[in-house]
């Protein structure tokens, strides 16, 4: 987190659509989660648009925290 690493621009941008706090149930952050992940490989995430990005990761829970679920993505470049 240091120094804006992780910010939009940073080394490593996380939660480029702000992140699920306050927004919605837990359970269905992971939906909103995967559908930014795939905005912004497609690139179509205007101003959270990370530059160049090929790979995403987007996780999720579900239940009472007892169901977990991690997609990777990635454009053509990655395979």
């Not at 804006?4 to 659509?17: D, H, K």
């Not at 559908?35 to 995430?45: I, K, N």
Request: glycine share 18%; proline share 4%; net charge negative.
């Amino acid at each position: 987190m240091e120094g804006g690493r992780i910010a939009p621009g940073g080394a490593l941008p996380v939660n480029t659509n702000g992140g699920g706090l306050s927004c919605v149930h837990p359970g269905m952050y992971g939906l909103f989660a995967m559908v930014e992940a795939t905005e912004q490989l497609m690139g179509r995430a205007g101003a959270r648009q990370v530059d160049s990005a090929t790979l995403a990761l987007a996780h999720g829970n579900g239940g009472e925290l007892s169901s977990q679920a991690t997609v990777v993505l990635g454009t053509r470049e990655t395979l």
